[in-house]
């Protein structure tokens, strides 16, 4: 394209059609809302409480809670060296059927500075106990250590 | 060329050029009344959009999917959702891989399930999905049968409360 001066100047500027863009990326937005997640699921492990274990294993230091239908928590060590007397066998009580999740926290962090060599719990649900109860059980112990948490069936 | 061409008057004057007041162009250099909407910003705006719906990406190939009869309970120590089969309690009712089944059929249905992943290369894991105030006598049936069918690990689906890490 040759540029000349003076009166036959040749235009360079040209017009782009963004109609045809607009439309593709109106489509793609639309299908890309449609298949976006926006709620991200994360999952919770837990081991089954049954089986799984030969007989001349050797049962590592573990915890057992058990859920009871009026808010209250029994807790128990077992095989715990050196457990402190205090510890060993808790019973937390909660208040109007509800849980005291203080209480269990306080008991938690206590259990993890006095015996860190607990890191098996087992968790044994009332049929009342409520799902997010559980979860919430298991989350606090997982945050202080304890890793390898089971469920025990009824 | 254009100027003599007997196709002058059927050619589209350009409604941009017709605009301009230092040096009008299209038909007789009048002013149209034609709206012109400047559609780069807009272009600009929707791709943006577009990259960042696709960098968010789809399901993540879990199958794990919000539900809006179930509210799953929270957790911060929640870890990253694997693979696995996923069973759904949701009002009383149990769903293997979106497929209803009876309580009876639970242990069946869940062996089946676990005869087609190849255990060279995955690891069984059952994906409990169910709301946070069911009770646990509704999971009862799912934990008894899973221990049955071998299942050695179980996951329960859960959002991540504050301070998790996915």
């Keep these: 394209m040759q540029i000349q001066s003076g009166k036959n100047k040749k235009d360079m500027n040209f017009e782009l059609n963004l109609i045809p863009v607009f439309d593709i990326l109106s489509a793609c937005i639309c299908f890309l809302l449609m298949t976006a997640v926006w709620i991200q699921i994360g999952s919770m492990d837990v081991s089954q409480a049954l089986g799984g274990q030969s007989s001349d294993a050797k049962n590592p230091p573990s915890v057992l809670v058990y859920l009871n239908p009026k808010g209250e928590i029994q807790i128990s060590l077992k095989d715990v060296t050196m457990a402190p007397t205090n510890l060993s066998k808790v019973s937390v009580h909660g208040q109007n059927g509800e849980i005291s999740w203080k209480l269990i926290d306080t008991y938690i962090v206590s259990l993890h500075k006095s015996a860190p060599q607990v890191k098996t719990a087992l968790i044994m649900p009332g049929s009342k106990s409520q799902y997010e109860d559980i979860v919430r059980l298991m989350d606090k112990f997982k945050v202080h250590g304890v890793s390898d948490i089971g469920i025990s069936p009824l | ?166």
């Design chain 2, 1 to 166: 060329m254009l100027h003599t061409s007997p196709l002058k008057r059927q050619t589209m004057g350009s409604p941009l050029g017709g605009q301009s007041v230092l040096k009008p162009r299209g038909w007789k250099a009048n002013r149209q009344m034609i709206f012109t909407l400047a559609l780069t910003s807009l272009i600009d705006a929707f791709s943006i959009l577009v990259i960042f719906l696709l960098i968010n990406g789809p399901d993540n190939g879990t199958g794990v999917q919000a539900n809006k009869n179930i509210v799953l309970p929270e957790a911060t120590s929640a870890s990253k959702m694997e693979v696995g089969t996923i069973i759904r309690i949701e009002q009383g009712r149990y769903f293997v891989d979106n497929r209803e089944v009876l309580v009876s059929e639970l242990t069946q249905r869940l062996f089946e399930a676990q005869k087609k992943i190849n255990k060279k290369t995955e690891v069984p894991r059952l994906i409990i999905q169910a709301d946070r105030k069911s009770d646990y006598s509704l999971l009862n049936p799912v934990i008894m049968a899973a221990a049955q069918t071998g299942y050695q690990q179980f996951k329960f689906a859960v959002l991540p409360g504050a301070g998790a890490k996915l």
